[in-house]
């Protein structure tokens, strides 16, 4: 007599799993991309967390679209790089190291540190390489409020231009520009969880609509933490602060900078408002954006310059072309440079591990 072992049937992983493993932890990052990837719409973005609005069809897209899910990091380094990081390689595949800046005094103005991404973008605008760029911009109707927008011109970008250091669902963006706008050829500008987020949606085989195939190149920006709105709403009116006067935020030297042109509103320590931080920061160790294309922060150059760290074949090359162009200056970055950006990535590494 043969005896048969049995097992129990494995439940789908479906939107009532992420919510339990995922949101009520405290790891969701707000990208939207569980809302972007699922394939008949029931779900939504509610107070910067996904929320169940239709029918769950079980297919399990959005568990593992989700980049808080299973990321298979080295898989996706041979995928994007052509290898996986050496073990002399604290802030990932790198192939070189600038520091750079926007040759338009208005991007540079305009934009974080030296504009660089803003000059980047508007170079593949103008020179066709894209015809679309999913960035990070504000709400017109809700001060401040960060929402996802495409950019077709160099007004756009200035609009968009700068830092927004509370949370925007990228990739409904990215969904967005695709199915609303017909775009076929894209530049996806995001912090380190929306990046990973991208790269699920061009590489996860639970997938329907492969949003990210439509992206030609990622940049990635430098990121130690996002806010919630409620730094916004609470926040900064308790510090007698309107929003309607703000004209730029900064982080710097351990400081949290209001301005409104060149005064500044505010300058307050980071642990003042470490409590609006999204709990998912606490668990991610990736400062440098280390699946970008092309990554891009403060840290490492002078006042009114960028660190660009080129980590893709495809990344250096539209790089060097915006620079051949004349839309960017730059230079290796110096040693001290490239030490401070290490130094900072293993700070964030250390305190993850």
Known sequence: ?????????????????????????????GCGNCVAACPVMALTMKEEMPAMTGICVTCEICYYQCPKVDFPYERYEEILFGRRRRNDEPIGVVREVYTARAT?????????????????????????????????????????????????????LIEAAGTKYTSAPMMLGLAEAVRDHGKESLVFVGTGCRIEALRKSQFEEKNYYWWGKRVKVAIGLFCFESFHDKILREYLPA????????????????????????????????????????????????????????????AGSPDGWNTVILRSEAGEKLFKAAVEAGFIEASAISNEGLEAVIKLAGLKKKKEH
């Open 104 to 156: 338009s005094e208005e991007f540079r103005s305009r934009g974080t540190d030296g504009g660089a991404v803003t000059a980047l973008l508007s170079y593949l605008l103008k020179s066709g390489t894209v015809d679309g760029a999913v960035v990070c911009g504000v709400d017109p109707k809700d001060y401040w409020k960060a929402i996802p927008i495409l950019a077709v011109s160099d007004k756009d």
């Open 239 to 298: 510090k007698g602060i309107n929003l309607s006067e703000v004209s730029k935020f900064h982080i710097t030297k351990g400081r949290f900078f209001v301005y409104s042109g060149n005064r500044i509103l505010l300058k307050a320590p980071l642990k003042e408002v470490a409590q609006y931080a999204f709990s998912s920061c606490s668990t991610c160790a990736n400062v440098t954006n280390e699946y970008a294309d092309i990554s891009v922060g403060g």
């Open 1 to 29: 007599m043969s005896l048969k072992l049995l097992t129990k049937p494995v439940p789908p992983k479906v939107f009532g799993t992420l919510l339990t493993n995922i949101v009520k932890k405290g790891l969701c990052c």
